[in-house]
């Protein structure tokens, strides 16, 4: 979700933004199946808790080599995700399935920019990022090996190190 708070600041406060990193996420709106999907998961997890949806994102989330080969990361990841309120999260999933698309917006970003993706995120894939480098100018792509939708997580060394050098070079 940070993300797309990022592009919601910039698009009110560009002004104030040094420079962006834009980490496992992307641009458009969400689809209308994506919307009913998000829509259907707020009711469920209203209706029995966080426990199905967290398991059925799991894989989403992570590697499938994480999945099997990591059970510490599993396990931070489904803790994390089962301590979130169901209200809170159902109120995330209605956020995110009504936000703006901010395409348009991103050939008006004139900052220096970090767009970080893991190379099997199957929410905010590849190709996502793709566009969002190609039309943010002077942007850097860099794609984490390894990692899906928590690259910030599954391969913290690469993410933090790039983050790292891109924040030394906008101070």
């Given at each position: 979700m940070?993300?797309?708070?990022?592009?919601?600041?910039?698009?009110?406060?560009?002004?104030?933004?040094?420079?962006?990193?834009?980490?496992?996420?992307?641009?458009?709106?969400?689809?209308?199946?994506?919307?009913?999907?998000?829509?259907?998961?707020?009711?469920?997890?209203?209706?029995?808790?966080?426990?199905?949806?967290?398991?059925?994102?799991?894989?989403?989330?992570?590697?499938?080599?994480?999945?099997?080969?990591?059970?510490?990361?599993?396990?931070?990841?489904?803790?994390?995700?089962?301590?979130?309120?169901?209200?809170?999260?159902?109120?995330?999933?209605?956020?995110?399935?009504?936000?703006?698309d901010?395409?348009?917006?991103?050939?008006?970003?004139?900052?220096?920019?970090?767009?970080?993706?893991?190379?099997?995120?199957?929410?905010?894939?590849?190709?996502?990022s793709?566009?969002?480098?190609?039309?943010?100018?002077?942007?850097r792509?860099v794609?984490?090996?390894?990692?899906?939708?928590?690259?910030?997580?599954?391969?913290?060394?690469?993410f933090?190190?790039?983050?790292?050098?891109?924040?030394?070079?906008?101070?």
């Open positions: 940070g993300g797309y708070v990022v592009f919601a600041f910039y698009k009110q406060f560009a002004t104030r933004v040094r420079g962006l990193v834009l980490a496992d996420t992307r641009a458009q709106a969400d689809t209308e199946e994506a919307k009913q999907v998000r829509t259907q998961q707020a009711q469920q997890i209203l209706a029995s808790g966080m426990a199905g949806v967290t398991d059925a994102m799991l894989p989403k989330l992570l590697t499938p080599e994480t999945v099997s080969k990591r059970p510490e990361v599993v396990k931070r990841i489904r803790d994390m995700m089962l301590k979130t309120k169901p209200a809170g999260a159902a109120a995330a999933l209605r956020g995110m399935a009504a936000r703006e901010q395409t348009a917006l991103l050939p008006q970003i004139s900052v220096p920019t970090l767009i970080l993706v893991g190379r099997e995120d199957p929410i905010t894939p590849l190709p996502d793709e566009k969002m480098h190609d039309t943010i100018a002077g942007s792509l794609v984490i090996e390894n990692a899906s939708h928590v690259s910030n997580i599954e391969q913290s060394a690469v933090n190190a790039e983050v790292s050098s891109f924040l030394r070079g906008v101070s």
